[in-house]
């Protein structure tokens, strides 16, 4: 039995189809991108929603590339797209494309010149968009309106061949200049472009604007549900407009609905915006790891199952809203915490030298791989005199609310002894280089005495033996962007010819830092797509530099500290 609250409203909307008579064996969804550009965060609410809804009702999901524009379009986009459909774990059952129906279509568009109710139209785009007018007042007809049924065809035909140069004439339907829709008023069907297509290279020169083919695509296919971001909502009327035109009695007629897109704050999704990054070598590539599109968030290490997490916890609505990043960044933390292996690394290193150890004796302490499964079981480092901690875990003069090293105070070195700061040497600029402590014997960690166990250690210290570490490079990445929302004047600077200096109040400067770090001897054994929990510091993802020399890079995925609780907790209190 389904509970109709536990429903969001497109399944709702579904289990009254159903009600009303509609066979489950009918259902049947598309994932319909336009392979253009890789794939973001925004296209995962769609993918999760389509395929997910496939699951419930046992109903097929088709993945149609919806190439109707050969300018932008290659088959690495198509690829990179199939590749991250697969890594979010979803299998689509055909794979079609809309190029495969532009024979269908031109017929379709024939039919409609027949019938009186699509012309070819010699006016430029810019008087186009001007008689058009606003929603506020009728627009105007175009002097090529009442071109008789034969023209149209003979200069449709005309347009098919060749004849005609780009942006000299398109096909518009005839529908309703007066309309309160904006695209309504004599939409344009198809233009005039003389590119060579990823699959049908030249074998047309005109091609059907997106608005005429997604409905009738749908059609094709017998989609029973097409579902769509909010923005085409007022996209509706024209979609059922066109399948008036065409469909029969006797086949599923399919249903447009519209949910909200999946917007973050502190990022970008558009895809013009993200080739405009690459251009002005802000960013390497589509696969960057300080953009959301899928490749950028798998290449940073974010697992499928925390997206899908992600997009299950935000939910599906009409609603359209900015979701926090630090929600996105709960959920990596969060199943991170789960499957990574806890090491010790230090960032930025400062010499640790405990006075009253043996320089000759060399110690292997225990430490569990992770402690939130013991299947992961544990592991042994090495201990010694000269150790690294982080040059920012220790304060030569105590301060208050500083609870780590400082001279003549105590904290815990992971897994191993209590130890006391004593002295510091510092170099001829005042710097300190050297950290001179003690330690306690008989503190070791899960061996000490009744009466160790209850002196007040503030501190844990993370470190690594000098003797023993480990070199390793480290990327640590930051926003991208300074700003919280990425306004519209931001697309401004896009048709510039050279970056505007007030463009730099959006970027980050400092979005990625690349350090050598110092590791356990643990990390010898690490391998490209492992995920680790540096302690203390984050959790990181294991790639290569590129698949010639595969040279180890560890990369930053999310910071230990949690952003989303402390958002939740505040906003509980107000």
Known sequence: MIIESQLHFIEKIIEEDIKNGFSTKKIRFRFPPEPNGYLHIGHVKAIYLNFELGKKYNAPVNLRFDDTNPIGEKIKFIDSIKKDIKFLGFKW?????????????????????KNNKAYVD?????????QRKTPFESGINSNYRNRSINENLYLFEKMKKGFFEEKTCVLRAKIDMSSSNMNMRDPIMYRILKKTHHRTKNKWCIYPTYDWTHGLCDYIEQISHSLCSLEFENR??????????????????PKQIEFSRLNLNYS????RQIQFLINKKIIQSWKDPRICTISGLRHRGYTAIA???????????????????????????EHLNKISTRVMVVLNPIKLIIDNYSSKKIEWVDAKNNPEDPKFG?????????LYIEKNDFLEKKRKEFFRLSIGCEVRLKNAYIIKANSTIKNSNGEIIE??????????????????????????????????SIPIKIHIYKSLFLIKKIDKNFNKYINLKSTDKNFNKYINPKSIDKIIAYAEPFLHKAKKGDHFQFQRIGYFYVTTTNKYNKKLIFH?????KDQWKKINDNNKKN
Not at 309 to 333: A, H, P, T
Request: hydrophobic fraction near 30%; charge should be positive.
């Open 435 to 468: 950290v001179h402590c003690t330690y306690d014997p008989t503190s070791k960690s899960g061996k000490e005495k009744k009466s160790q166990t209850k002196r007040k250690i503030k501190s844990t210290l993370h470190w690594v033996s000098i003797q023993h």
């Open 378 to 386: 544990s592991r042994k480092i090495p201990f010694s005199k000269y």
């Open 556 to 560: 930053k995925t999310v910071s230990i």
């Open 236 to 253: 509706r009327p024209l979609y059922n407009w066109y399948l008036d035109q065409i469909v029969e009695k006797n086949k599923i007629r």
């Open 268 to 271: 970008i999704t558009s895809k």
């Open 93 to 113: 059952d055909q794979e079609y494309y809309a190029s495969n129906y532009f024979q269908q279509l031109y017929e379709w568009a024939i039919e409609l010149i």
């Open 122 to 130: 010699n006016l430029p785009k810019n008087i186009i968009q001007i």
């Open 307 to 333: 997206i899908k997490n992600f997009i299950q916890k935000i939910g599906i609505s009409k609603r359209n809203n900015i979701i926090d990043i630090s929600l996105l960044k709960f959920k990596i933390r």
